[in-house]
């Protein structure tokens, strides 16, 4: 997503569920807090990836397999039309164990076709909206049904900045600097953390978190990249994209 909005994108961030009941790696704390956290993180993620805006549907957490779908489907149907997003990244419905990801995808995949559709939901043409089809659908696919690879490496470092403030989705924002203080109480030091903590928990996410877009990278010879199974809409498409990227 760094990759391109530097490329001249303009990125918007949907969040489903308000992630009440937190992440087995988060911080500690009551529901309520995680609402509360998640919420504000998520906006400092937004910041930090350079979008325009953020949308929080604020389902909850772990029980979007009994949201009625078509009602997910509408509002998902209504922002695509409304941002006209050509692109999208989420999760991929086929290879998710968890109900909040793959009721996510299935919606998503239905919404990209039925935005671009005159008779489903017409009342948003009253309201000056207009039919609007998604051109490209990154998914995140953890089995080999990656059919796309990228390289990230120019934009790691963004990468680096939305793992710092995302910590309620694992605390590895702050794990670097953790480290280097429980090593200086043995009077112990790891010189690739740094001398402050900023350097540390930037060092640590490097090192662990983004360890497997490293052996991603080093597989097909860059850095860093990432996997994604990918749907395009064809060569016409492709470049009618092209043609509106290079007007910019």
Known sequence: MAKLIQEGYTGFLIRATNDDMGDDLGEPGTIGENVLRNERENAEVGRALGLKGTFDLNNSNHGMSGVQ?????????????????????????????????????????????????????????????????VREKYYYARRPEITRVVDISGTV?????????????????????????????????????????????????????????????????????????YIGCGLRAWMSTSRKTLSR
């Open 69 to 133: 779908q078509l009602e997910l489907q509408l509002r998902l149907i209504f922002l695509i039309r409304l941002l006209k997003i050509d692109t999208v990244f989420c999760p991929w419905a086929h290879d998710e164990e968890n109900p909040d990801h793959y009721v996510l995808g299935h919606c998503v995949e239905a919404a990209c076709w039925m935005a671009g559709r005159v008779h489903d939901h017409p009342e948003h043409f009253a309201a000056g909206l207009k039919t609007h089809t």
């Open 157 to 229: 470092d963004k990468k680096v900045d939305f793992n710092r403030v995302n910590r309620a989705k694992g605390p590895a924002g702050v794990h670097g600097s953790h480290l280097k203080a429980e090593l200086a109480r043995r009077n112990l030091s790891l010189p690739w953390l740094g001398n402050d903590d900023e350097t540390a928990d930037r060092a640590y996410i490097k090192e662990f978190v983004l360890q497997r877009d490293r052996d991603l990278g080093r597989k097909y010879g860059v850095e860093y990249a990432e996997g994604f199974h």
